[in-house]
């Protein structure tokens, strides 16, 4: 599958922003689907997720603030971000597990992945 990210740029901090992962799967429906960020100089790190049956899971650091959507007709899943950070600067990549298994927060389940789109918080 493919998966195309876009939505990324520069926003104040306080402000909101909204990512979009395009995927070209037929199944799309049957995947999970992750949104990882890795900032400069640190290691690539989940973000937020949902599942093919509709769970939402987020990391501790966004919850309340971030929020993980899906359109299955569409094929696209979404990342709203709110009350953005300086520390929530990172390139942010979406990513597919086709595995069917039990959604999982680790990158190594992940086996499709977007290109990145750069999200810049200014303070």
């Known amino acids: 599958v493919q998966l195309q990210a876009s939505g990324g740029g520069l926003v104040q901090a306080g402000g909101s922003l909204r990512l979009s992962c395009a995927a070209s799967g037929r199944i799309f429906s049957s995947y999970h689907m992750g949104w990882f960020r890795q900032a400069p100089g640190k290691e690539r790190e989940f973000v937020t997720g949902i599942g093919w049956s509709g769970g939402r899971y987020y990391a501790d650091s966004v919850k309340g603030r971030f929020t993980v959507s899906r359109d299955n007709a569409k094929t696209t899943v979404y990342l709203q971000m709110s009350s953005l950070k300086s520390e929530d600067t990172a390139v942010y990549y979406c990513?597919?597990?086709?595995?069917?298994?039990?959604?999982?927060?680790?990158?190594?389940?992940?086996?499709?992945w977007g290109q990145g789109t750069k999200v810049t918080v200014s303070s």
């Open positions: 990513a597919a597990d086709r595995s069917r298994g039990q959604f999982s927060t680790m990158i190594r389940y992940y086996d499709s």
